[in-house]
């Protein structure tokens, strides 16, 4: 009988000290806080946070799984941002009346660049959908784009 109740008491108390021990330790504080701001789309953040944790303890999987993917959605922001900056400088080139083959060359070769820089970009299944259906967004206008100016 007492069998039955010593077992479970000591495996309830282990589990609460792993627990406490979560929760306390510094680099799981820092993991714990780089979660939150991974979560709430503040990945420059939570990467430099998780870079601390695991510095702090490079035994910590919470920080170094943190850490790859603020960096994979870091790179998917770039993409975003420079996918806007060079539409706009297109839609410039675009909305003037005549468009020379400078202009045109300019064209093609920001569009191989984002289309190329897209090949590159390697989403996990914890990305945020909503960036990686930006960035598929930009590249199936930049490769419509290529096709048009290569004609």
């Known amino acids: 009988m007492k069998a039955k109740i010593l077992f479970p008491a000591v495996a309830f108390v282990l589990i609460l000290l792993m627990i406490v021990y979560f ?10 806080e780089a979660k939150y701001y991974y979560e709430i789309g503040n990945y420059q953040k939570a990467y430099k946070l998780a870079n601390e944790a695991f510095s ?15 960096k994979t959605s870091m790179k998917y922001q770039n993409y975003i941002r420079q996918a806007k900056a060079y539409l706009k400088e297109i839609n410039a080139i675009v909305s003037q009346p ?20 897209y090949v590159k970009l390697a989403p996990s299944v914890i990305t945020e959908s ?22």
Not at 56 to 70: C, E, F, G, V
Not at 111 to 117: L, T
């Open 98 to 117: 005549n468009i020379s083959d400078g202009d045109r060359a300019k064209i093609r070769m920001m569009s191989e660049i984002m289309v190329e820089s």
């Open 23 to 32: 929760l306390f330790n510094p680099s799981y504080e820092r993991s714990l």
């Open 56 to 70: 702090m303890d490079i035994y910590n999987r919470m920080a170094s799984t943190i850490m790859a993917q603020s």
């Open 130 to 151: 909503s960036l990686v259906a930006e960035a598929a967004r930009y590249y199936e206008n930049f490769e419509q784009l290529l096709e048009k100016v290569n004609r």
